[in-house]
């Protein structure tokens, strides 16, 4: 009887084969604690949770954190699957809802959900996806689309000021370190306006403000060139530039004018932040509720500039009153339309930067000595936490002068009067950023956090009846998240106005802010 010849056998490399599921196979020796979780998509333990529960049991004797599939027999990478039941299509993520989600998609969602529990985590998730959409969107208002910057950007270089219209002879704004005049220019047959900002001698940050990412805090450059000045335009403080103006002799003129660095800026400042506060005490007398609201909203968006800047490891060159800008923003406020321009949030600009190098300022041994050099130190080595706590005093108006500061001896600083709802909080943190002992001082983002608390809450009084749990702060951010977006929905509905600049930081706050960080807040607020 002759019988058919064996069927050659097929030889398959490890490598091409998935290995069969089986209760010993960490048993042979394979001491890799990660590879079935590669193999089946569950993601390591975290490395967190072995530290704080050490344990004796070998990594890859530990059971792995999620359910496996084990698989039936050996597979073949490249063959196809047989008798293999179709994969569901993935459930949609909360972020990804929206109102005119097909109904089969939308059931995939809530079939596994037990109970009011589970819809009431998917309505949480959507909110704070919807959040943080409108927060991006509140944005792009305020600051522009970053491709349409690009654009402008592209079509800038290598222009000069034969490309530009000068749309006034003197300065729209003089800071510290550089004046500014407002240009037009004309782009996809629109004509815009644009600050020409010329650095005073000296002031020059060119090389450290292009490489800055955009922020709505940071002055952002759109274009660049060096030329000499146009005759026409006035630098006030300049000797002869009064003279010059009136003289008829232009081509003698133009020709001793000096060659001179120029940037371009989308943001058009109109004042300083030197100017606001020299020109506000009648409102702060007559309005402190409203003026140090102002106050706190003008401090946040400095403290998130400087948090930007940090994650740049760039610093603020001159973090002072004469070199922060205010500028318009696109559409006042709801609230403040029809009324007076100086009631309305203006956004603020940091405008003055230096390269940090990569180290941390030690903390200083003596608590006094530490102070003192701190404060005489030159402008770019002095902590933001000092600086911000310096602006605090010098925006509500009460003099705190360096030689005076330089008296104290028993960590008193001037008395901050007590005119509205948020005077004793900037007094508390004018007193943390200021502390003698720079270890102790804290720090600017937490400064922006307590900032945030002060004009959006929670407010003592929540504690009064209430003991403070963390479940009560999820719950209370939770509520306030969605009565947020219902005033959102509300005001769409009415005037149809587009949202203002403090509308954005609120959302900032909202789509960030935990109950973990609302508890170490109110615990440095309240104490």
Not at 326 to 347: I, M, N, T
């Amino acid at each position: 009887d002759l019988l058919p010849p064996p069927l050659p056998k097929k030889q398959l490399q490890r490598a091409e084969s998935l290995p069969e599921q089986g209760p010993s196979q960490h048993c042979r020796g394979d001491p890799t604690p990660w590879a079935g979780s590669i193999l089946y998509g569950i993601p390591p333990a975290h490395p967190r949770h072995e530290e704080e529960a050490p344990s004796s049991i070998p990594p890859w004797d530990r059971p792995s954190w999620g359910p496996k599939k084990p698989l039936t027999k050996s597979q073949s990478l490249g063959e196809p699957v047989a008798r293999s039941s179709p994969q569901k299509a993935p459930s949609p993520s909360p972020a990804e809802l929206t109102f005119g989600m097909v109904d089969r998609e939308l059931g995939q969602l809530l079939q596994p959900l037990e109970g009011p529990a589970g819809v009431c985590g998917v309505v949480l998730g959507c909110q704070a996806a919807a959040l943080a959409r409108l927060s991006a969107r509140i944005q792009e208002e305020l600051v522009g689309l970053e491709e349409r910057q690009q654009l402008l950007e592209a079509e800038l270089a290598g222009k000069s000021w034969a490309a530009l219209s000068i749309l006034d002879w003197e300065p729209c704004c003089e800071s510290r370190d550089a004046w500014y005049f407002r240009v037009g220019f004309t782009f996809e047959q629109t004509q815009l306006v644009f600050a020409a900002k010329v650095p005073k001698p000296g002031c020059a940050s060119l090389g450290v403000q292009s490489s800055l990412g955009a922020h709505c805090s940071i002055q952002r450059l759109i274009g660049r060139f060096t030329d000499r000045l146009p005759w026409e335009l006035v630098l006030p403080g300049i000797p002869g530039e009064q003279s010059q103006s009136c003289s008829g002799e232009e081509p003698a003129r133009l020709a001793t004018r000096p060659i001179l660095q120029v940037l371009i800026s989308p943001e058009v400042p109109y004042q300083t932040l030197a100017g606001f506060v020299k020109g506000s005490h009648g409102l702060h007398r007559t309005s402190p509720g409203h003026y140090e609201r102002l106050a706190c909203l003008l401090l946040l968006q400095v403290c998130m500039g400087l948090e930007h800047l940090r994650v740049q490891n760039v610093g603020q060159g001159d973090l002072c009153p004469e070199n922060l800008l205010l500028v318009q923003c696109p559409c006042p406020p709801r609230s403040q339309q029809g009324k007076e321009a100086s009631l309305s949030l203006p956004r603020l600009l940091i405008s003055s930067f230096f390269k940090v190098k990569d180290k941390q300022r030690p903390c200083s041994t003596s608590q006094e000595q530490d102070w003192t050099e701190g404060l005489t130190a030159p402008p770019s080595l002095v902590a933001d936490e000092l600086n911000v706590g310096m602006l605090i005093y010098q925006i509500l108006h009460v003099d705190i002068s360096l030689e005076n500061t330089l008296g104290f001896r028993s960590n008193r600083l001037p008395e901050i009067p007590s005119l509205s709802i948020y005077s004793t909080g900037l007094k508390r943190l004018a007193v943390l950023l200021l502390h003698r002992d720079p270890c102790k001082r804290v720090s600017v983002e937490q400064a922006r956090s307590i900032l945030q608390v002060l004009l959006w809450g929670p407010r003592q009084e929540l504690f009064a009846r209430s003991k403070k749990t963390l479940t009560l702060l999820r719950s209370w951010v939770e509520v306030k998240r969605a009565l947020l977006l219902l005033k959102f929905a509300e005001n769409a509905a009415g005037a149809g106005a587009s949202p203002s600049l403090e509308e954005w930081l609120c959302c900032q706050y909202f789509k960030e802010v935990t109950e973990h960080t609302l508890y170490q807040v109110t615990q440095a607020l309240y104490a």
